[in-house]
Nanobody
Framework: QVQLVESGGGLVQAGASLRLSCVGS????????MGWIRQAPGKAREFVAA????????WYGDSVKGRFTMSKDYAKNTVYLQMNSLNVEDTAVYYC?????????????????????WGQGTQVTVSS
């Protein structure tokens, strides 16, 4: 079971950028599909982004398409989420997560429940 630790969150103004990092330990991330999920206060967890185990062809939630980019660096056992053009609605705790299991199909590729290992989260706050 891989352990995940996120970092890179903070307080920024609308329009700014942040890059979140998630470092894995205990297991190589090459064997996992990785995802980013966020949760704002009082709201449900929201799918943000995910990659295949290969790290190729990431896909994104509608609210972040064109602004966020996910990537994986196997050498550093780290996944990243580059967030550009941040707005107040992006304010949330951001979690990285890992799925060691099967491939997703259709809408299941946006299901946060597929991920079995989660980090502790990092807070992103965007001020207007």
């Amino acid at each position: 079971q891989v352990q995940l630790v996120e970092s890179g969150g903070g307080l920024v103004q609308a329009g700014a950028s942040l890059r979140l990092s998630c470092v894995g330990s205990g297991h190589t991330l090459i064997g996992y599909a990785m995802g980013w999920i966020r949760q704002a206060p009082g709201k449900a967890r929201e799918f943000v982004a995910a990659e295949r185990r290969s790290g190729a062809n990431p896909w994104y939630g509608d609210s972040v398409k064109g602004r966020f980019t996910m990537s994986k660096d196997y050498a550093k056992n780290t996944v990243y989420l580059q967030m550009n053009s941040l707005n107040v609605e992006d304010t949330a705790v951001y979690y990285c997560a890992a799925d060691p299991g099967n491939s997703c199909i259709g809408s299941g590729c946006y299901d946060v429940g597929r991920f079995k290992s989660w980090g502790q989260g990092t807070q992103v706050t965007v001020s207007s």
